[in-house]
């Protein structure tokens, strides 16, 4: 079990911010912090990591204090059992996929596992490769591949798969939950994509402002309501245009783009970025799948 309850002052476009973090993370489980940018999800990854430090609180992996503000414990990074995944992979340009991955070993118990690793990641044939040989996807596997060499206690996954396009993007997506049954790693990925995250997650928690605002399985918060004669989808509002006396509202909905025509009133409450539920009345749907 992971005890986090730590506060830090944060400074953002909107000013200055009290974030506290309260959260208990279960053994073995995959929780995505959800939320739009600038929540403060990747700072809660970094404080974890050791990467930055809390003003005050304690973080608690297993028993293990890895910080406490009135006992005065911050352990570096390097002394906690820490496996972190950013969005830019980081890799060493002039080692192989496999250097890169022996360079993270500690031990030599570690360094035998790393073609296993390397190997859980479908890369066995591009182990002598440099990365700038690979593709996107297959550098992010290789970040994934070093991180899980020193078999962490968590994995820290920063919008790891954000900057592939949607095809590798979900490739990926099952890749990384095979891995997680796999190994069973405790895993918290940093996200705001609806799909990767219903897809990926056990529970998700919900970042506002730079707190924890509501823990549920991820269904439960993107589709809280009941099942009714409507139609009920989620959408992040793209534009808000005024057109008197409506206003005009663009959403992305999956991949689809979508427009909608609501009283100023309405949109007025809506805001560029955020989430929206699309509801229409008594529908019969017709599905058709795509080739």
């Not at 699309?278 to 017709?286: C, E, G, L």
């Amino acid at each position: 079990m992971i005890l986090i309850n730590i506060k830090k002052h944060l400074d953002t476009a909107d000013g200055a911010l009290e974030a506290h973090y309260e959260l208990n993370i279960h053994d073995g489980e995959f929780l995505t912090l959800f939320g739009t940018s600038g929540a403060g999800k990747t700072t809660l990854l970094r404080m974890i990591a050791g990467l930055e430090t809390p003003h005050s609180g304690v973080i608690d992996v297993d028993g293990e204090v890895w910080f406490d503000s009135e006992k005065k414990i911050n352990l570096p990074p390097q002394k906690r059992s820490v496996g972190f995944v950013f969005q830019d992979y980081a890799l060493f340009p002039t080692m192989s996929v496999r250097e890169n991955l022996l360079f993270a070993a500690e031990n030599t118990a570690q360094r035998r596992t790393v073609d296993e690793l390397i190997g859980l990641v479908e890369l066995s044939a591009l182990a002598d490769r440099l990365p700038a040989t690979l593709s996107g996807g297959q550098k992010q596997r290789v970040a994934l591949a070093r991180a899980l060499v020193r078999h962490p206690k968590i994995l820290l996954l920063d919008e790891p798969l954000s900057a592939l396009d949607p095809s590798m993007r979900q490739k990926l997506q099952d890749e990384l939950s095979l891995i997680h049954s796999r190994v069973g790693v405790t895993t918290l990925l940093v996200s705001h994509d609806i799909a990767e995250t219903v897809k990926l997650s056990d529970r998700l928690a919900s970042v506002v402002s730079g707190r924890i605002e509501s823990i549920s399985p991820p269904m439960e918060f993107f589709s809280p309501q009941t099942l009714s004669g409507k139609l009920q989808l989620i959408g992040e509002v793209l534009k808000i245009e005024e057109d008197f006396p409506v206003s005009i509202v663009t959403l992305l909905v999956g991949t689809s783009v979508v427009r909608t025509v609501l009283s100023n009133a309405e949109a007025s409450d809506l805001r560029i970025g955020g989430h929206a539920i699309i509801s229409t009345k008594a529908f019969n749907p017709i599905l058709i799948p795509l080739p």
